[in-house]
């Protein structure tokens, strides 16, 4: 049975909430006060519903993180969509293994590390806004590519992709930077994708279909 901990200090909130959205929830919370005062009952009530959301879209709740040496765990919240061999390309060297992630707006959206080691480069990709369950988001929309090595030196790759919706994606980790399994590194706002890319011989546990959370479920295990 795995071993877990908290690799953050806990939120002293009682609902936490990642700080990019206290903007969309200050403007909305001000427009339902607005509408209250004018006597827009109807314009008030869907304020207060679009201010609830905005509120249960960007909450960041605090999550344990499995303490195994090998174990690599989901960046994202959401439902596993693919489970694949891929040829070289842009995010691994060599052959790889790509779990694909996607995130629909009722998932908790703040990303976290898969595994421990060092960013050694951060790509940004400008691009579409296909619906990120299709094939063509991996390559085609906007998306930023965040590879890391770990201590062995085994190369990891998770990409942050826009989806339809989505057209802001958050990092906020930097090139040279050592970071923690489950740790957060940002997020994607209204809706997205997660794809992550692993070494061949990793041992998935996971298959299309399965649902993940962010820092706590093991995809897989390197060797």
Partial sequence: MDNYTKVEPASPHAFPMAKEGLPFA???????????????????????????????FFRDPDRVVPDRDGAVVSPADGKVIKVESVQKGRFCNDGCLKISIFMSIFNVHV??????????????????????????????NEHNAVFLKTDEGREICFVQIAGLVARRIICHIQEGQKVKRGQRFGLICFGSRLDVYLPTDTDISVRVGDRVKAGTTVLGELT
């Avoid at 919370?29 to 008030?44: H, I, Q």
């Avoid at 421990?116 to 988001?137: Q, T, W």
Wanted: net charge positive; with cysteine.
């Fill in 111 to 140: 990303n976290r590390v898969p595994f421990n080691g060092e960013i050694v480069r951060l790509a940004y990709f400008p691009g579409k806004f296909f619906s990120a369950n299709l094939d063509k988001a991996s390559s085609d």
């Fill in 26 to 56: 200050g403007i909305a919370a001000f427009a339902t006060a607005v509408f209250a005062l004018l006597g827009m009952a109807f314009l008030a009530l869907t304020g207060l519903a679009a201010t609830f959301f905005i509120c249960y």
